[in-house]
Protein backbone atom coordinates (compact mmCIF):
# COMPACT_ATOMS: atom_id res chain seq x y z
CA UNK A 1 0.00 0.00 0.00
CA UNK A 2 2.85 2.24 0.35
CA UNK A 3 6.25 2.50 -0.91
CA UNK A 4 9.04 3.47 1.65
CA UNK A 5 11.43 6.23 0.54
CA UNK A 6 13.51 8.72 1.92
CA UNK A 7 14.18 12.81 1.66
CA UNK A 8 17.97 14.10 1.73
CA UNK A 9 19.21 17.65 2.05
CA UNK A 10 18.90 19.26 -1.09
CA UNK A 11 22.16 20.21 -2.68
CA UNK A 12 21.70 23.49 -3.74
CA UNK A 13 20.23 24.44 -0.69
CA UNK A 14 21.48 27.69 1.08
CA UNK A 15 23.23 27.57 4.08
CA UNK A 16 20.98 28.56 7.48
CA UNK A 17 20.86 32.31 7.51
CA UNK A 18 21.35 33.72 10.98
CA UNK A 19 17.90 34.72 11.28
CA UNK A 20 15.05 32.54 11.99
CA UNK A 21 12.27 32.16 9.48
CA UNK A 22 10.12 33.73 13.16
CA UNK A 23 12.68 36.25 12.92
CA UNK A 24 11.73 37.58 9.62
CA UNK A 25 11.12 41.31 8.99
CA UNK A 26 8.38 42.09 6.37
CA UNK A 27 10.10 42.94 3.71
CA UNK A 28 11.86 39.34 3.80
CA UNK A 29 8.44 37.64 4.01
CA UNK A 30 6.70 39.48 1.28
CA UNK A 31 9.09 38.73 -0.63
CA UNK A 32 9.69 34.88 0.27
CA UNK A 33 5.89 34.12 -0.49
CA UNK A 34 5.77 36.72 -4.01
CA UNK A 35 6.12 33.99 -6.42
CA UNK A 36 3.66 31.96 -4.16
CA UNK A 37 0.77 34.74 -4.10
CA UNK A 38 1.88 35.19 -8.13
CA UNK A 39 1.55 31.83 -8.32
CA UNK A 40 -2.10 31.14 -6.60
CA UNK A 41 -3.59 34.22 -8.52
CA UNK A 42 -2.59 32.91 -12.05
CA UNK A 43 -4.07 29.22 -10.83
CA UNK A 44 -7.12 30.92 -9.27
CA UNK A 45 -7.76 33.02 -11.97
CA UNK A 46 -7.55 30.07 -14.49
CA UNK A 47 -10.59 28.17 -13.06
CA UNK A 48 -13.14 30.88 -13.87
CA UNK A 49 -11.81 32.37 -17.04
CA UNK A 50 -13.52 30.36 -18.76
CA UNK A 51 -17.08 31.50 -17.46
CA UNK A 52 -17.80 33.36 -20.05
CA UNK A 53 -16.35 32.49 -22.89
CA UNK A 54 -17.29 29.23 -22.83
CA UNK A 55 -20.30 29.64 -25.37
CA UNK A 56 -17.84 30.63 -27.91
CA UNK A 57 -15.39 27.95 -26.88
CA UNK A 58 -18.07 25.20 -27.54
CA UNK A 59 -19.01 26.79 -30.39
CA UNK A 60 -15.66 26.51 -32.22
CA UNK A 61 -15.20 23.08 -30.88
CA UNK A 62 -18.77 22.10 -32.03
CA UNK A 63 -19.26 20.61 -28.27
CA UNK A 64 -22.28 19.64 -26.58
CA UNK A 65 -24.04 20.80 -23.52
CA UNK A 66 -22.42 17.86 -22.04
CA UNK A 67 -18.96 19.09 -22.76
CA UNK A 68 -20.19 22.38 -21.97
CA UNK A 69 -20.41 20.98 -18.04
CA UNK A 70 -17.51 18.92 -18.18
CA UNK A 71 -15.22 21.95 -18.78
CA UNK A 72 -16.28 23.08 -15.75
CA UNK A 73 -16.42 20.18 -13.62
CA UNK A 74 -13.27 18.42 -14.88
CA UNK A 75 -11.30 21.55 -13.49
CA UNK A 76 -12.95 21.42 -10.00
CA UNK A 77 -12.67 17.94 -9.57
CA UNK A 78 -9.54 17.43 -10.41
CA UNK A 79 -8.51 20.77 -8.46
CA UNK A 80 -10.33 19.69 -5.28
CA UNK A 81 -9.60 15.99 -5.23
CA UNK A 82 -5.65 16.18 -5.35
CA UNK A 83 -5.91 18.93 -2.70
CA UNK A 84 -5.59 16.36 -0.10
CA UNK A 85 -2.74 14.46 -1.68
CA UNK A 86 -0.53 17.77 -2.23
CA UNK A 87 -0.64 18.38 1.34
CA UNK A 88 0.19 14.97 2.51
CA UNK A 89 2.99 14.75 -0.21
CA UNK A 90 4.71 18.61 1.54
CA UNK A 91 4.83 16.75 4.77
CA UNK A 92 6.96 14.15 3.04
CA UNK A 93 9.08 15.87 0.64
CA UNK A 94 11.44 19.00 -0.79
CA UNK A 95 8.30 21.61 -0.35
CA UNK A 96 9.54 24.03 -2.74
CA UNK A 97 10.22 21.32 -5.02
CA UNK A 98 6.64 20.37 -4.83
CA UNK A 99 5.48 24.01 -5.32
CA UNK A 100 7.49 23.89 -8.60
CA UNK A 101 5.49 21.04 -9.60
CA UNK A 102 2.60 22.00 -9.15
CA UNK A 103 3.23 25.18 -10.74
CA UNK A 104 4.81 22.97 -14.18
CA UNK A 105 1.92 20.59 -13.88
CA UNK A 106 -0.44 23.55 -14.17
CA UNK A 107 1.56 25.76 -17.10
CA UNK A 108 1.72 22.21 -19.24
CA UNK A 109 -2.13 21.63 -19.18
CA UNK A 110 -2.50 25.19 -19.79
CA UNK A 111 -0.57 25.11 -22.76
CA UNK A 112 -2.53 22.04 -23.90
CA UNK A 113 -5.88 23.64 -23.42
CA UNK A 114 -5.10 26.22 -25.39
CA UNK A 115 -4.31 23.21 -28.35
CA UNK A 116 -7.35 21.45 -27.65
CA UNK A 117 -8.71 20.32 -31.38
CA UNK A 118 -11.88 19.07 -29.73
CA UNK A 119 -14.21 18.79 -26.46
CA UNK A 120 -12.64 15.68 -24.91
CA UNK A 121 -9.21 17.22 -25.49
CA UNK A 122 -9.96 20.82 -23.68
CA UNK A 123 -11.90 18.38 -20.85
CA UNK A 124 -8.70 16.49 -20.36
CA UNK A 125 -6.62 19.39 -20.26
CA UNK A 126 -8.73 21.43 -18.04
CA UNK A 127 -8.31 17.83 -15.53
CA UNK A 128 -4.78 18.06 -15.71
CA UNK A 129 -4.76 22.30 -15.00
CA UNK A 130 -6.98 21.13 -11.90
CA UNK A 131 -4.49 18.87 -10.85
CA UNK A 132 -1.93 21.99 -10.76
CA UNK A 133 -4.27 24.59 -9.63
CA UNK A 134 -5.20 22.36 -6.52
CA UNK A 135 -1.40 21.97 -5.67
CA UNK A 136 -0.58 25.76 -5.98
CA UNK A 137 -4.10 26.45 -3.83
CA UNK A 138 -2.68 23.86 -0.84
CA UNK A 139 0.77 24.06 -1.08
CA UNK A 140 0.83 28.27 -0.34
CA UNK A 141 -0.82 27.55 2.45
CA UNK A 142 2.10 24.73 3.74
CA UNK A 143 4.78 27.25 2.16
CA UNK A 144 3.83 30.22 4.14
CA UNK A 145 3.37 27.57 7.52
CA UNK A 146 6.53 26.57 7.05
CA UNK A 147 8.65 29.88 7.66
CA UNK A 148 6.15 32.40 9.36
CA UNK A 149 4.88 31.61 12.88
CA UNK A 150 1.20 31.46 13.68
CA UNK A 151 1.02 34.49 15.55
CA UNK A 152 2.37 36.71 12.00
CA UNK A 153 0.51 34.27 9.43
CA UNK A 154 -3.19 36.15 10.09
CA UNK A 155 -1.40 38.98 8.19
CA UNK A 156 0.31 37.00 5.40
CA UNK A 157 -2.84 35.04 5.05
CA UNK A 158 -4.86 38.29 4.12
CA UNK A 159 -2.60 38.34 0.77
CA UNK A 160 -3.92 35.07 0.11
CA UNK A 161 -7.75 35.73 0.91
CA UNK A 162 -7.35 38.92 -1.43
CA UNK A 163 -5.77 37.07 -4.18
CA UNK A 164 -8.02 34.55 -4.17
CA UNK A 165 -11.37 36.97 -4.09
CA UNK A 166 -9.40 39.32 -6.70
CA UNK A 167 -8.65 35.98 -9.03
CA UNK A 168 -12.07 34.16 -8.90
CA UNK A 169 -14.07 37.28 -9.60
CA UNK A 170 -11.78 38.77 -12.22
CA UNK A 171 -11.63 35.64 -14.01
CA UNK A 172 -14.89 35.89 -15.83
CA UNK A 173 -14.44 39.40 -16.14
CA UNK A 174 -11.02 38.59 -18.31
CA UNK A 175 -12.51 35.85 -19.95
CA UNK A 176 -15.31 37.93 -21.41
CA UNK A 177 -12.95 40.64 -22.78
CA UNK A 178 -10.66 38.31 -24.27
CA UNK A 179 -13.41 36.27 -26.23
CA UNK A 180 -14.73 39.89 -27.10
CA UNK A 181 -11.60 41.13 -28.68
CA UNK A 182 -11.24 39.73 -32.11
CA UNK A 183 -7.67 39.71 -32.73
CA UNK A 184 -7.43 37.31 -29.26
CA UNK A 185 -9.58 34.80 -29.56
CA UNK A 186 -10.79 31.65 -26.30
CA UNK A 187 -7.69 30.32 -26.73
CA UNK A 188 -5.54 33.13 -25.16
CA UNK A 189 -8.30 32.38 -21.96
CA UNK A 190 -5.30 29.81 -21.69
CA UNK A 191 -2.20 31.60 -23.00
CA UNK A 192 -2.67 34.78 -21.38
CA UNK A 193 -1.87 32.65 -17.73
CA UNK A 194 1.69 31.23 -19.10
CA UNK A 195 3.80 34.54 -18.72
CA UNK A 196 2.66 35.41 -15.18
CA UNK A 197 3.34 31.10 -14.39
CA UNK A 198 6.68 32.03 -16.10
CA UNK A 199 6.88 35.26 -13.71
CA UNK A 200 6.16 33.57 -10.49
CA UNK A 201 8.44 30.44 -11.27
CA UNK A 202 11.30 32.55 -11.14
CA UNK A 203 9.93 34.55 -8.51
CA UNK A 204 9.51 31.02 -6.04
CA UNK A 205 13.04 29.80 -7.44
CA UNK A 206 14.76 33.18 -6.34
CA UNK A 207 13.22 33.93 -3.73
CA UNK A 208 11.30 31.04 -1.61
CA UNK A 209 13.90 29.34 1.15
CA UNK A 210 11.90 26.47 2.68
CA UNK A 211 12.88 24.15 5.66
CA UNK A 212 14.38 20.79 4.38
CA UNK A 213 14.43 18.10 6.63
CA UNK A 214 15.54 14.28 7.01
CA UNK A 215 13.38 11.88 6.85
CA UNK A 216 12.36 8.67 6.37
CA UNK A 217 8.79 8.50 4.86
CA UNK A 218 6.54 5.90 3.39
CA UNK A 219 4.40 7.33 0.26
CA UNK A 220 0.51 5.95 0.97
CA UNK A 221 -0.43 5.34 -3.21
CA UNK A 222 -3.20 3.34 -1.64
CA UNK A 223 -4.86 5.88 0.31
CA UNK A 224 -4.17 8.78 -2.30
CA UNK A 225 -5.87 6.66 -5.08
CA UNK A 226 -9.05 5.51 -2.82
CA UNK A 227 -9.74 8.96 -0.87
CA UNK A 228 -8.73 10.56 -4.48
CA UNK A 229 -11.37 8.35 -6.44
CA UNK A 230 -13.96 8.74 -3.57
CA UNK A 231 -14.37 12.79 -3.91
CA UNK A 232 -14.28 12.43 -7.05
CA UNK A 233 -17.66 10.53 -7.44
CA UNK A 234 -19.42 12.28 -4.73
CA UNK A 235 -17.95 15.77 -6.85
CA UNK A 236 -19.23 14.25 -9.89
CA UNK A 237 -22.76 13.60 -8.42
CA UNK A 238 -22.93 16.93 -6.85
CA UNK A 239 -21.75 18.93 -10.07
CA UNK A 240 -24.28 16.53 -12.46
CA UNK A 241 -27.10 15.68 -10.53
CA UNK A 242 -30.26 17.32 -11.64
CA UNK A 243 -28.77 18.64 -15.19
CA UNK A 244 -27.03 15.35 -16.90
CA UNK A 245 -29.29 13.00 -14.42
CA UNK A 246 -31.86 13.01 -11.74
CA UNK A 247 -31.11 13.59 -8.26
CA UNK A 248 -33.18 9.75 -7.46
CA UNK A 249 -31.58 8.16 -10.40
CA UNK A 250 -29.60 5.00 -10.79
CA UNK A 251 -26.88 7.18 -11.74
CA UNK A 252 -27.13 9.31 -8.07
CA UNK A 253 -27.16 5.68 -6.34
CA UNK A 254 -24.33 4.33 -8.04
CA UNK A 255 -22.10 7.52 -7.42
CA UNK A 256 -22.80 8.31 -3.89
CA UNK A 257 -22.45 3.95 -3.45
CA UNK A 258 -19.30 4.46 -4.57
CA UNK A 259 -18.11 7.20 -3.21
CA UNK A 260 -18.76 6.03 0.32
CA UNK A 261 -17.86 2.77 -0.56
CA UNK A 262 -14.02 3.79 -1.75
CA UNK A 263 -13.88 6.34 0.99
CA UNK A 264 -14.65 3.81 3.91
CA UNK A 265 -12.31 1.93 2.30
CA UNK A 266 -10.01 4.51 2.58
CA UNK A 267 -10.67 5.31 6.02
CA UNK A 268 -9.55 1.25 7.20
CA UNK A 269 -6.08 1.88 5.26
CA UNK A 270 -5.46 4.91 6.42
CA UNK A 271 -5.35 3.54 10.41
CA UNK A 272 -3.07 1.13 9.26
CA UNK A 273 -0.05 2.61 7.08
CA UNK A 274 2.56 4.50 8.29
CA UNK A 275 1.92 7.69 6.55
CA UNK A 276 -1.41 8.16 5.76
CA UNK A 277 -2.58 11.08 3.17
CA UNK A 278 -5.28 12.37 5.71
CA UNK A 279 -3.54 11.10 9.40
CA UNK A 280 -6.68 10.09 11.28
CA UNK A 281 -4.57 10.99 14.60
CA UNK A 282 -5.86 14.89 13.07
CA UNK A 283 -9.38 14.23 13.88
CA UNK A 284 -8.64 13.38 17.97
CA UNK A 285 -8.16 17.37 18.02
CA UNK A 286 -11.37 19.02 18.76
CA UNK A 287 -10.25 22.45 17.24
CA UNK A 288 -9.01 20.96 13.84
CA UNK A 289 -12.61 18.92 13.56
CA UNK A 290 -14.53 21.88 14.54
CA UNK A 291 -12.91 24.21 11.68
CA UNK A 292 -13.16 21.24 9.16
CA UNK A 293 -17.15 21.79 9.84
CA UNK A 294 -17.14 25.40 9.73
CA UNK A 295 -14.80 25.79 6.60
CA UNK A 296 -17.89 23.57 4.95
CA UNK A 297 -20.18 25.62 5.70
CA UNK A 298 -18.28 29.01 4.52
CA UNK A 299 -17.32 27.18 1.82
CA UNK A 300 -20.73 26.80 0.49
CA UNK A 301 -21.41 30.53 0.35
CA UNK A 302 -17.96 31.55 -0.69
CA UNK A 303 -18.63 29.97 -3.76
CA UNK A 304 -22.01 30.07 -4.33
CA UNK A 305 -22.25 33.65 -4.26
CA UNK A 306 -20.23 35.01 -7.09
CA UNK A 307 -21.94 32.49 -9.08
CA UNK A 308 -25.77 33.51 -8.01
CA UNK A 309 -24.60 37.42 -8.53
CA UNK A 310 -23.78 36.78 -12.07
CA UNK A 311 -27.11 35.02 -12.68
CA UNK A 312 -28.91 37.56 -10.84
CA UNK A 313 -27.50 40.40 -12.59
CA UNK A 314 -27.33 38.94 -16.31
CA UNK A 315 -30.54 36.82 -16.05
CA UNK A 316 -32.37 39.03 -13.63
CA UNK A 317 -31.53 42.54 -14.45
CA UNK A 318 -30.72 41.59 -18.60
CA UNK A 319 -26.80 43.12 -18.31
CA UNK A 320 -23.96 42.02 -20.10
CA UNK A 321 -20.96 39.57 -18.42
CA UNK A 322 -18.45 42.16 -18.49
CA UNK A 323 -21.08 44.83 -17.03
CA UNK A 324 -22.13 42.01 -13.96
CA UNK A 325 -18.22 41.21 -13.62
CA UNK A 326 -17.58 45.30 -12.80
CA UNK A 327 -20.75 45.09 -10.22
CA UNK A 328 -19.15 42.17 -8.37
CA UNK A 329 -15.94 44.65 -7.50
CA UNK A 330 -18.10 45.64 -4.22
CA UNK A 331 -17.89 41.82 -2.76
CA UNK A 332 -14.36 41.72 -4.03
CA UNK A 333 -13.11 44.65 -2.38
CA UNK A 334 -14.63 44.11 0.94
CA UNK A 335 -13.29 40.73 0.85
CA UNK A 336 -9.91 41.82 0.03
CA UNK A 337 -9.71 44.94 2.37
CA UNK A 338 -10.72 42.37 5.76
CA UNK A 339 -8.49 39.61 4.34
CA UNK A 340 -5.60 41.94 4.87
CA UNK A 341 -6.73 44.37 7.32
CA UNK A 342 -8.06 42.12 9.74
CA UNK A 343 -4.97 39.54 9.33
CA UNK A 344 -2.68 42.49 10.87
CA UNK A 345 -4.77 42.44 13.53
CA UNK A 346 -4.65 39.08 14.17
CA UNK A 347 -0.95 39.68 14.36
CA UNK A 348 -1.11 42.19 16.51
CA UNK A 349 -3.00 41.21 19.14
CA UNK A 350 -3.07 37.54 18.80
CA UNK A 351 -6.82 37.14 19.43
CA UNK A 352 -8.84 35.85 16.37
CA UNK A 353 -11.83 34.17 17.94
CA UNK A 354 -13.80 37.82 17.85
CA UNK A 355 -12.67 38.06 14.30
CA UNK A 356 -14.30 35.18 12.93
CA UNK A 357 -17.44 35.44 15.06
CA UNK A 358 -17.91 39.10 14.12
CA UNK A 359 -17.12 37.74 10.35
CA UNK A 360 -20.29 35.20 10.84
CA UNK A 361 -22.68 38.27 11.89
CA UNK A 362 -21.62 39.93 8.80
CA UNK A 363 -22.27 37.08 6.44
CA UNK A 364 -25.24 36.45 7.86
CA UNK A 365 -26.70 39.81 7.82
CA UNK A 366 -25.24 40.22 4.44
CA UNK A 367 -27.18 37.34 3.29
CA UNK A 368 -30.49 39.00 4.70
CA UNK A 369 -30.15 42.10 3.03
CA UNK A 370 -29.07 40.11 -0.19
CA UNK A 371 -32.51 38.21 0.23
CA UNK A 372 -34.60 41.87 0.28
CA UNK A 373 -32.77 42.35 -3.33
CA UNK A 374 -35.55 42.57 -6.48
CA UNK A 375 -35.24 42.46 -10.30
CA UNK A 376 -35.69 46.65 -9.93
CA UNK A 377 -33.25 47.10 -6.98
CA UNK A 378 -30.39 49.39 -7.96
CA UNK A 379 -26.94 48.01 -8.71
CA UNK A 380 -26.02 50.45 -5.63
CA UNK A 381 -28.14 48.64 -3.34
CA UNK A 382 -26.62 45.41 -4.23
CA UNK A 383 -23.57 46.41 -3.86
CA UNK A 384 -24.15 47.96 -0.50
CA UNK A 385 -25.71 44.36 0.50
CA UNK A 386 -22.63 42.24 -1.23
CA UNK A 387 -20.13 44.21 1.07
CA UNK A 388 -20.74 43.23 4.97
CA UNK A 389 -20.88 39.55 2.73
CA UNK A 390 -17.20 40.35 1.39
CA UNK A 391 -16.19 41.71 4.95
CA UNK A 392 -16.98 38.98 6.96
CA UNK A 393 -15.86 35.94 4.09
CA UNK A 394 -12.79 37.89 4.22
CA UNK A 395 -12.80 37.57 7.83
CA UNK A 396 -13.38 33.84 8.25
CA UNK A 397 -12.32 32.22 5.37
CA UNK A 398 -8.72 32.10 5.87
CA UNK A 399 -8.23 32.29 9.29
CA UNK A 400 -9.76 29.09 9.62
CA UNK A 401 -6.39 27.44 7.81
CA UNK A 402 -4.53 29.57 10.54
CA UNK A 403 -6.22 28.08 13.15
CA UNK A 404 -6.04 24.49 11.81
CA UNK A 405 -2.30 25.12 11.40
CA UNK A 406 -1.67 26.76 15.04
CA UNK A 407 -3.00 23.45 16.92
CA UNK A 408 -1.44 20.69 14.40
CA UNK A 409 1.90 19.51 14.66
CA UNK A 410 4.65 20.91 12.46
CA UNK A 411 4.99 17.20 10.77
CA UNK A 412 1.27 17.12 10.06
CA UNK A 413 0.97 21.01 8.33
CA UNK A 414 0.60 19.86 5.01
CA UNK A 415 -2.27 17.64 5.99
CA UNK A 416 -3.88 19.80 8.66
CA UNK A 417 -4.09 22.60 5.91
CA UNK A 418 -5.15 20.84 2.39
CA UNK A 419 -8.17 18.83 5.14
CA UNK A 420 -9.44 22.14 5.66
CA UNK A 421 -9.48 23.76 2.23
CA UNK A 422 -10.40 20.34 0.56
CA UNK A 423 -13.48 20.37 2.67
CA UNK A 424 -14.14 23.72 2.30
CA UNK A 425 -14.15 23.32 -1.36
CA UNK A 426 -16.04 20.37 -1.45
CA UNK A 427 -18.52 23.13 0.71
CA UNK A 428 -18.14 25.42 -2.44
CA UNK A 429 -19.32 22.76 -5.04
CA UNK A 430 -21.92 21.15 -2.70
CA UNK A 431 -23.25 25.08 -1.99
CA UNK A 432 -22.99 25.92 -5.94
CA UNK A 433 -25.16 22.63 -6.88
CA UNK A 434 -27.54 22.55 -4.13
CA UNK A 435 -28.43 26.19 -4.25
CA UNK A 436 -28.71 25.89 -8.08
CA UNK A 437 -30.56 23.09 -7.96
CA UNK A 438 -32.93 25.34 -5.65
CA UNK A 439 -33.08 28.15 -8.32
CA UNK A 440 -33.79 25.80 -11.03
CA UNK A 441 -36.95 24.63 -8.93
CA UNK A 442 -37.86 27.98 -8.03
CA UNK A 443 -37.53 29.69 -11.48
CA UNK A 444 -39.17 26.95 -13.12
CA UNK A 445 -42.67 27.64 -10.81
CA UNK A 446 -42.14 31.56 -11.39
CA UNK A 447 -41.80 31.14 -15.01
CA UNK A 448 -44.72 28.84 -15.72
CA UNK A 449 -46.80 31.27 -13.29
CA UNK A 450 -45.52 34.41 -15.24
CA UNK A 451 -46.33 32.71 -18.87
CA UNK A 452 -50.15 31.87 -17.73
CA UNK A 453 -50.34 35.14 -16.02
CA UNK A 454 -49.34 36.88 -19.76
CA UNK A 455 -51.45 34.56 -21.71
CA UNK A 456 -48.52 32.90 -23.13
CA UNK A 457 -48.02 29.07 -24.02
CA UNK A 458 -46.13 27.06 -21.29
CA UNK A 459 -43.50 25.44 -23.40
CA UNK A 460 -42.52 29.36 -24.49
CA UNK A 461 -39.10 28.42 -23.07
CA UNK A 462 -39.00 24.90 -24.14
CA UNK A 463 -38.33 22.29 -21.43
CA UNK A 464 -36.73 25.18 -19.24
CA UNK A 465 -33.61 23.22 -18.76
CA UNK A 466 -31.94 25.53 -21.00
CA UNK A 467 -30.06 29.02 -19.50
CA UNK A 468 -32.60 32.04 -21.83
CA UNK A 469 -30.99 34.26 -24.21
CA UNK A 470 -32.62 37.22 -23.23
CA UNK A 471 -31.61 38.98 -26.29
CA UNK A 472 -33.69 36.88 -28.55
CA UNK A 473 -36.90 36.85 -26.33
CA UNK A 474 -39.58 39.14 -27.07
CA UNK A 475 -40.09 41.45 -24.35
CA UNK A 476 -43.03 40.07 -22.61
CA UNK A 477 -41.33 36.49 -21.98
CA UNK A 478 -37.92 38.14 -21.30
CA UNK A 479 -39.55 40.39 -18.70
CA UNK A 480 -40.83 37.39 -17.40
CA UNK A 481 -37.66 35.40 -17.15
CA UNK A 482 -35.85 38.37 -15.32
CA UNK A 483 -38.55 38.96 -12.99
CA UNK A 484 -37.91 34.86 -11.94
CA UNK A 485 -34.61 35.31 -11.69
CA UNK A 486 -34.47 38.30 -9.72
CA UNK A 487 -36.89 37.08 -7.26
CA UNK A 488 -35.38 33.03 -7.63
CA UNK A 489 -31.61 34.34 -6.65
CA UNK A 490 -32.53 36.56 -3.53
CA UNK A 491 -34.65 33.20 -2.42
CA UNK A 492 -31.81 31.25 -2.66
CA UNK A 493 -29.34 33.36 -0.60
CA UNK A 494 -31.46 33.40 2.06
CA UNK A 495 -31.73 29.19 2.31
CA UNK A 496 -27.85 29.80 2.32
CA UNK A 497 -28.08 31.74 6.01
CA UNK A 498 -28.59 28.76 7.96
CA UNK A 499 -25.38 26.96 6.97
CA UNK A 500 -23.66 30.61 8.17
CA UNK A 501 -25.80 30.08 11.72
CA UNK A 502 -24.38 27.25 12.13
CA UNK A 503 -20.60 27.98 10.90
CA UNK A 504 -20.87 30.58 13.43
CA UNK A 505 -22.41 28.87 16.65
CA UNK A 506 -19.14 26.36 15.82
CA UNK A 507 -17.02 28.76 15.64
CA UNK A 508 -18.12 29.80 19.35
CA UNK A 509 -17.10 26.24 20.54
CA UNK A 510 -13.40 26.48 19.00
CA UNK A 511 -11.56 27.51 22.34
CA UNK A 512 -9.36 30.07 21.59
CA UNK A 513 -5.86 29.32 22.04
CA UNK A 514 -2.38 31.15 21.71
CA UNK A 515 -1.23 31.21 18.51
CA UNK A 516 2.21 29.94 18.01
CA UNK A 517 5.30 32.83 17.77
CA UNK A 518 7.21 30.30 15.84
CA UNK A 519 7.53 27.43 13.84
CA UNK A 520 9.12 24.31 15.36
CA UNK A 521 9.05 20.86 15.04
CA UNK A 522 6.29 18.97 18.00
CA UNK A 523 8.32 17.77 20.52
CA UNK A 524 6.36 14.49 20.70
CA UNK A 525 7.29 13.39 17.40
CA UNK A 526 9.74 11.31 16.04
CA UNK A 527 11.08 13.85 13.41
CA UNK A 528 13.26 15.72 15.65
CA UNK A 529 14.60 16.64 18.89
CA UNK A 530 12.96 18.39 21.71
CA UNK A 531 12.94 22.11 20.60
CA UNK A 532 14.77 24.56 22.83
CA UNK A 533 12.75 26.82 25.10
CA UNK A 534 10.04 28.89 24.62
CA UNK A 535 11.59 31.98 23.31
CA UNK A 536 14.21 30.30 21.11
CA UNK A 537 13.40 31.78 17.56
CA UNK A 538 14.92 29.24 15.55
CA UNK A 539 13.79 26.00 14.02
CA UNK A 540 14.45 22.46 15.60
CA UNK A 541 16.08 20.52 13.75
CA UNK A 542 14.76 17.39 11.66
CA UNK A 543 16.89 14.22 11.81
CA UNK A 544 19.90 16.21 13.33
CA UNK A 545 21.43 12.54 14.63
CA UNK A 546 21.78 11.77 11.02
CA UNK A 547 24.47 14.99 10.47
CA UNK A 548 26.45 13.80 13.44
CA UNK A 549 25.11 16.65 15.64
CA UNK A 550 23.15 14.17 18.23
CA UNK A 551 23.68 14.46 21.63
CA UNK A 552 22.45 17.16 24.08
CA UNK A 553 25.89 18.72 25.12
CA UNK A 554 26.93 19.31 21.30
CA UNK A 555 23.25 21.12 20.86
CA UNK A 556 23.87 23.40 23.48
CA UNK A 557 27.18 24.91 22.08
CA UNK A 558 25.61 25.43 19.09
CA UNK A 559 24.15 28.69 18.17
CA UNK A 560 20.06 29.08 17.63
CA UNK A 561 20.81 29.70 13.61
CA UNK A 562 22.94 26.53 13.39
CA UNK A 563 19.98 24.66 14.85
CA UNK A 564 17.98 25.77 11.70
CA UNK A 565 16.66 23.50 9.27
CA UNK A 566 18.27 24.24 6.09
CA UNK A 567 16.62 25.87 3.62
CA UNK A 568 16.37 25.31 0.08
Avoid at 115 to 128: E, N, V
Avoid at 316 to 331: F, H, K, N, W
Wanted: a positive charge; hydrophobic letters at 50%.
Amino acid sequence: MSTATTTTRDEGAAKPGPSSPSAMAHRQTMRAISGLLLGLFVSMLSSTIVTNALPAIMSDLHGSATSYTWVVTANLLAMTASMPIWGKLADLVNKKRLVQSALGVFVLGSVLAGLSTSPGMLIACRFIQGIGSGGMSSLVQVAMGAIIPARDRGKYNGYVGATFAVATVTGPLVGGLVVDTPWLGWRWCFYLGLPIAAAAGVLIQRTLRLPIGVREVSIDYAGALLISGGASCLLVWISLAGDAFGWASAQTGGLIGGGVLLLAIAVAVEFRVREPMIPPRLFRDRTLVLCVIAAFCVGTVMFSTPVMLSQYFQLGQGRSPVISGLLAVPLVGAMAYSSIHVGRMISRTGRWKRFLVLGSVLVITGLLLLGLIGPMTTPVLVGLAMVPVGLGLGMVQQNLIVIAQNTAPLTDLGAASATVQFIRSLGGTTGVAVLGALIAHRITDLTASGLAANGLPANTLGDGRDIPDLDTLGAPVASVVRHAYGTAVPDAFLSAVPLIVVAGIIILFIRETTLRTTVRVDPTTETGPRPGPPDERALAVSGRKQHGLHGPRHRRHQPAADRSLSRD
